[in-house]
């Protein structure tokens, strides 16, 4: 990561404070029931028979080579790894306390282990939802921000082996390599134009990569069916909020890229907001970065925002 992410090194006291809290929230989430959440028997079941699924990837990729890049191999991989010595509850554990814990303790690094990490950790339906129903979304994200916050091959290598845990992250990447390959040349405006461009021709693209790869999921990305708009009308408003108040280092840019991303493709794609869910951790903590100003109002709009999303949990889709 940059020397634009640093900041000052925390108080060893609140850092160690912060750990502590770091493992009593993933211990408590991983000690919850199982099975309790709806996903929970579908990831028994990747547990249980994660070895027939494994070979069958295996089988399929040999006569289509670029299944191998959407069937989540290295999720299913450690399912069978797993399985070999636990139980398939305790997988699930394991799963759910690794990943909690890699988001918190990367966001700490970032954020100088501000405690309101942790709150919007908890607050926010878009982060703590990865950590009790969509437990392979939330792996990926564990890695990717453990990835995030080291330098050199071994940060680059985490981040890699996020699109093989849960497809999504194909984006995230897609963000990282232009953000690299283009900001030595233009400028963070000029930038922007071209992914908006960008982002808008590759939306149109997918369903035939998809098909093209074998996806299973072919028909949800091939259509769209629209949702409540608040999602888009709140990060239309936020997105312009962090726009101007948020600091341009490595995490404030990604969060810039990811923001367009969603509000650019919130009409032409049903998996837009899953998308973004990817991004929210790093969003949070660009905010946290932010001067003192900035962040109360930002952290004020971010708490409006978690009450609305609590609020309309069943009802609106965001």
């Known amino acids: 990561m940059e020397d634009t992410n640093k900041v000052p090194v925390a108080n060893k006291y609140r850092k160690r404070f912060y750990y502590l809290f770091t493992f009593v929230v993933g211990l408590i989430l991983a000690l919850r029931k199982i099975p309790w959440a709806t996903d929970d028997q579908n990831y028994l079941n990747y547990v249980t028979y994660s070895h027939l699924l494994f070979s069958n990837t295996v089988d399929k990729a040999l006569h289509n080579p670029l299944f191998i890049l959407v ?3 290295i999720w299913l991989l450690l399912n069978n790894c797993f399985n070999l010595i636990f139980e398939p509850e305790t997988v699930i554990r394991i799963f759910i306390f690794f ?11 970032i954020t100088n282990y501000s405690f309101l990490t942790i709150f919007f950790f908890l607050f926010l339906v878009q982060i703590i939802k990865n950590h009790i129903l969509h437990l392979r979304q939330g792996l990926a994200v564990g890695i990717f921000l453990l990835g995030f916050t080291r330098e050199g091959k071994k940060g680059i290598l985490l981040r890699f082996i996020t699109p093989f845990i849960h497809t999504s992250f194909w984006f995230v990447l897609f963000i990282e390599v232009f953000e690299k390959w283009t900001k030595n040349f233009f400028t963070l405006s000029a930038r922007l ?32 069916e629209a949702g409540s708009y608040y999602g888009f009308l709140l990060w239309l408003l936020m997105g312009l909020l962090f726009f101007l108040l948020v600091k341009k280092n490595e995490t404030g840019i990604i969060g810039r890229y990811a923001i367009i ?5 919130y009409f032409f794609i049903d998996f837009g907001a899953r998308l973004f869910e990817n991004y929210i951790p790093i969003i949070v903590a660009a905010i946290l970065m932010s001067n003192k100003e900035s962040k109360v109002i930002l952290v004020f709009v971010l708490i409006i925002y978690g009450g609305i999303t609590w609020y309309s949990w069943d009802g609106f889709s965001f």
């Open 71 to 73: 069937n989540e191999p």
């Open 99 to 109: 990943s909690a814990v890699s988001v918190l303790y990367a966001l700490g690094k």
């Open 193 to 224: 134009v071209i992914f908006i461009v960008s982002a808008f021709s590759f939306v149109f693209t997918i369903p035939f990569l998809m098909e093209l790869s074998g996806d299973r999921r072919i028909k949800l990305y091939a259509g769209y």
């Open 261 to 265: 991303l969603y509000v650019l493709t």
